[in-house]
């Protein structure tokens, strides 16, 4: 895993929203998931460095937070970019078009699955049923949930979050 | 035709306030069981109104909460959990209850907590789920602002703390038990049962853990009765179901109807029948991990006796619908994709077993099958069954295996002797 960060301190505010949640559960490692999924939002992913920082702030080992840690899919160990691309590949959206969408996303991107563009603007990956089926091919981009996929829908998704990097440059 | 579950769903629309849905209706069954019903009362009355789960296994609601302690002796605190992790491939019911009326969710999680005397209740909703989780937290504060929630409840001195709780991924999160070790902070891995969640669950407490769309009934049950909920209902089983159908039909969608609709209703009528130059060869009633039904079962009620007895399960009743343009081989392999990757690995026959079936049909779909390939997916269907793994899993994954073995046979043998996929040339 990564060198990156290996000092890396949490921000007074993130322990304290770990605090909060810690107090929904009967012990602190309850709130692990959500603990990650918190310094995951500051900071993209989960540096070894912040893994190290968090874990005794949950009452665990970092290796203990590290198992627990690797196996979801949706904490990232390692880098992504600006933003991150989850295309659906169950069922519907296979029946529905899945493999056309992905190779035109990846030659858009010029980038596979699991992969993040050069710029580190994206990064693509796949991921189980949304729950949008009816809607399939489906996709979230960061938070939003994208349905009745074709390759035109998808370039001008693409193309608004490049308007959102230029226009968050230009500032 | 009465459609409690979704009657105050808008589509496009933000879902109703608390101050909405206290105008129609809303709270109501908090206020009637906590003033006038006993906890085992509201218990019975739910056994009484046939209110089976809607999460897949359809075990009956009513009976689950019976087998949680009660009274002084029992363990504290309990927990009642909602499992909004829906990930069923296919599926895409609950999402629409959460996003659409959350006010019903969380009423429904008082009502029902106060059932099995829970103090505490958690609503795991599966992270990819933003929308959902921010509409039910907001839900919540509302609640717990009208002292719907907190202590002592309406002055009832039942006290109840509601928690979202967001996760991370992975669909082993969804079978109950790796659910309950996923909410303690840890890798998802089922358990062994007995114990059963409602003896020794959450913590080692007793626990009660229900689906979102079986939860929301339980308030339509406590203001109108079980007679009048068992009414809603063509068949043996109570109330309405949401249905739903993907794939190449005309219009794909979800429809609360009454439970024991014809297949053939929710394929032909609401979801329009399939689109042109589509004909049907196959589906799924209820999500991935349920076995084919083909044209041949369209008469069948969509009710849990009679798609079983049919050699299907209902399921989550959202329909996955196979065309004659997309080969059968492929879509197992996409299935059986799902099931080895989402494995949690924690035992052999799933962790090894799942992989080994996709190997196979991945090779089958790009005309390297050879001629033993269709004897070693029939063991698995054998080896990876019910009984033979730690969980429902790997089992759920061989329903539609072992039914596509059979009734896409054809198919099959055509890939291994021209080595090669009809579909793709």
């Known amino acids: 895993m990564s060198t990156a960060d290996d000092d890396a301190r949490l921000a007074p505010e993130e322990v304290r929203a770990i605090e909060t949640l810690s107090r929904q559960y009967e012990n602190k490692r309850a709130a692990c998931i959500e603990a990650l999924k918190l310094v995951q939002r500051n900071h993209r992913w989960i540096s070894d460095g912040r893994l190290r920082a968090l874990a005794p702030l949950l009452d665990m080992t970092p290796d203990e937070l590290d198992g627990v840690a690797t196996f979801y899919n949706l904490i990232f160990r390692r880098p992504v970019g600006r933003h991150v691309i989850l295309l659906c590949d169950s069922v519907s959206c296979w029946i529905m078009g899945h493999d056309a969408l992905l190779q035109h996303l990846e030659r858009r991107l010029g980038i596979r699955r699991g992969e993040t563009t050069a710029d580190g603007r994206f990064t693509l990956l796949p991921i189980v049923c949304l729950g ?39 500032r | 035709m009465e459609c409690p579950l979704t009657s105050n769903i808008r589509r496009g629309q933000p879902p109703l306030d608390i101050a909405g849905y206290e105008r129609v209706g809303g709270y109501q069954a908090v206020r009637k069981a906590l003033a006038t019903m006993s906890p085992e009362a509201v218990t019975q009355e739910v056994i009484d109104s046939k209110l089976r789960g809607r999460g897949g296994a359809g075990f009956p609601t009513g009976q689950k909460w019976s087998f949680v302690p009660r009274g002084e002796a029992a363990p504290r605190p309990k927990y009642l959990i909602v499992n909004a992790d829906e990930m069923e491939p296919g599926t895409f019911k609950d999402r629409l209850l959460l996003e659409g009326d959350p006010h019903l969710m969380v009423e429904a999680v008082i009502v029902s907590a106060y059932a099995v005397e829970a103090e505490v209740a958690y609503i795991f909703i599966r992270g990819e789920y933003r929308l959902a989780a921010e509409r039910v937290e907001r839900a919540a504060a509302e609640a717990a602002a009208r002292g719907y929630l907190g202590r002592n409840i309406l002055k009832s001195g039942f006290s109840l703390d509601l928690h979202v709780h967001t996760s991370a991924g992975r669909y082993i999160c969804g079978e109950e038990t790796a659910l309950l070790t996923a909410l303690e902070g840890n890798r998802a891995i089922p358990r062994a049962k007995p114990p059963f969640p409602q003896a020794a669950g959450l913590w080692g407490r007793p626990s009660v853990v229900n689906n979102v769309e079986t939860l929301c009934n339980v308030p339509h049950i406590i203001n109108r009765g079980a007679e009048w909920f068992r009414g809603l209902s063509l068949g043996p089983d109570g109330g309405t179901k949401i ?48 076995g084919f039904l083909t044209a041949d079962h369209l008469d069948v009620a969509m009710d849990f006796g009679s798609v079983e007895k049919a050699g299907s399960r209902l399921g989550t009743g959202t329909m996955i619908v196979l065309d004659d343009r997309t080969c059968p081989i492929g879509m197992l392999r996409n299935l059986e994709h799902f099931f080895a990757q989402e494995s949690c690995g924690w035992c052999t026959p799933c962790r090894d077993g799942l992989p ?30 019910m009984g033979k793994t730690f969980c429902a899993h790997a089992p759920g994954a061989m329903a539609p295996l072992e039914s596509g073995l059979r009734h896409f046979r054809g198919d099959f043998e055509r890939h291994i002797r021209t080595k090669s996929c009809p579909w793709r040339t």
């Not at chain 2, 014809?262 to 991990?289: F, T, V």
């Not at chain 2, 090779?363 to 099958?369: D, P, Q, Y």
């Open chain 1, 132 to 170: 949008h089926c009816d809607h399939a091919p489906a996709m979230m981009i960061d938070d939003a949930l994208h349905g009745d996929l074709d390759a035109a829908r998808i370039d001008a998704l693409l193309n608004a979050c490049r308007g959102a990097v230029l226009r968050w440059n230009a």
């Open chain 2, 243 to 290: 249905y739903g159908a993907s794939g190449r039909v005309k219009r794909p969608g979800a429809w609360e109807l009454p439970m024991g609709t014809p297949l053939r209703e929710i394929l032909e009528q609401h979801a329009g029948g399939m689109c042109d130059g589509y004909a049907l060869r196959g589906l799924l009633p209820g999500g991935a991990s349920t």
């Open chain 2, 356 to 385: 080994w079936t996709e190997r196979i049909l991945a090779a089958i779909e790009s005309g390297e099958g050879e001629d033993g390939d269709l004897a070693v997916l029939e063991m698995h269907t054998q080896c990876l069954g």
